[in-house]
C-alpha cells in the first residue's frame, strides 16, 4: 500500500511565501509523476503544478510557484511565492506511483490548507 503525506500549509500575508512538501512511502517500484491540485470552497479541484516526463504549471500560478522532486526522498515540493488571497485552497498531493512492474496506482494525500489573508 502506497501513501502521500503532505506539510507545510498554513496562514500567511498576501506576498508571503510557504513551502509544501508531500512525501510517498510504502510498496513503490517507481514514481511516474508527482503534483499539486488545489480546491477553494465552491469551486472544483484544480491543477496547480506537476512534474512527471516535463513539469507544467496552471498559468494562475506561473511565474510564482515552483515544483521540485527529491528522487531519493519521494519527496514533491510545491514553492509558493507571492502568494494572493485567490490561492487560498486545500492543496492535494497527487502522484502516479508504479507499485509492481504491471500495476500502476494514483494516489492523493489528504490535503492541506493554506490561508492567505490579511
Given amino acids: 500500500q502506497v501513501q502521500l503525506v503532505e506539510s507545510g500549509g498554513g496562514s500567511v500575508q ?24 488545489r480546491q477553494a470552497p465552491g469551486k472544483e479541484r484544480e491543477l496547480v503544478a506537476i512534474s512527471g516526463t516535463s513539469t507544467n504549471y496552471a498559468d494562475s500560478v506561473k511565474g ?21 488571497p485567490e490561492d487560498t485552497a486545500v492543496y492535494y498531493c497527487n ?17 492541506t490548507q493554506v490561508t492567505v489573508s490579511s
Fill in 95 to 111: 502522484a502516479v506511483i508504479r507499485t509492481t512492474v504491471q500495476r500502476v496506482a494514483l494516489i492523493w494525500g489528504q490535503g
Fill in 64 to 84: 510564482r510557484f515552483s515544483i521540485s522532486r527529491d528522487n531519493a526522498k519521494n519527496t514533491v515540493y510545491l514553492q509558493m511565492n507571492s502568494l494572493k
Fill in 14 to 37: 498576501p506576498g508571503g511565501s510557504l513551502r509544501l512538501s508531500c512525501a510517498a512511502s510504502g510498496s513503490i517500484f517507481s514514481i511516474n509523476a508527482m503534483g499539486w491540485y
